[in-house]
């Protein structure tokens, strides 16, 4: 299984950024999957999350509004779209795979933190103000 996360960079505060999750060597469109971030000095928190056919999804209340979410289950592609960025997005983000195939609650997957299988090596954003 292959994770590779990219499209982060430096923007200023209301800029917008595209991340892309490339995954293989799994059947994608099994998993529940989300966009999890990690400032400096701070745990990780999940950002946003989407179930196996993007039927439903969550955001933390921090971006909700600014951020979303999707999937292309043919592409193996996982995106997160954020526009408005403000200073404290600043932070590593890693895409995040459930470690289970099958259906899981956006939500829950997000909140609880844990039960991943699979993540890549994290993309960067910095926003600046």
């Known amino acids: 299984e292959k994770v590779v996360e990219s499209g982060g960079g430096s923007v200023q505060s209301g800029g917008s950024l595209r991340l892309s999750c490339s995954v293989s060597?799994?059947?994608?469109?099994?998993?529940?999957m989300g966009w999890f971030r990690q400032a400096s000095g701070k745990s990780r928190e999940g950002v946003s999350c989407?179930?196996?056919?993007?039927?439903?999804?969550y955001y933390a209340d921090s971006v909700k509004g600014r951020f979303t979410i999707s999937r292309d289950n043919g592409q193996h592609t996982l995106f997160l779209q954020m526009n408005s960025l403000k200073p404290e997005d600043t932070a590593m983000y890693y895409c995040?795979?459930?470690?289970?195939?099958?259906?899981?609650?956006?939500?829950?997957?997000?909140?609880?933190?844990?039960?991943?299988?699979?993540w890549g090596q994290g993309t960067r954003v910095t926003v600046s103000s």
């Open positions: 060597g799994l059947t994608f469109g099994d998993y529940t």
């Open positions: 995040m795979i459930r470690r289970y195939a099958g259906y899981a609650g956006p939500a829950h997957f997000c909140q609880t933190n844990h039960d991943f299988g699979y």
């Open positions: 989407i179930t196996r056919n993007g039927d439903d999804t």
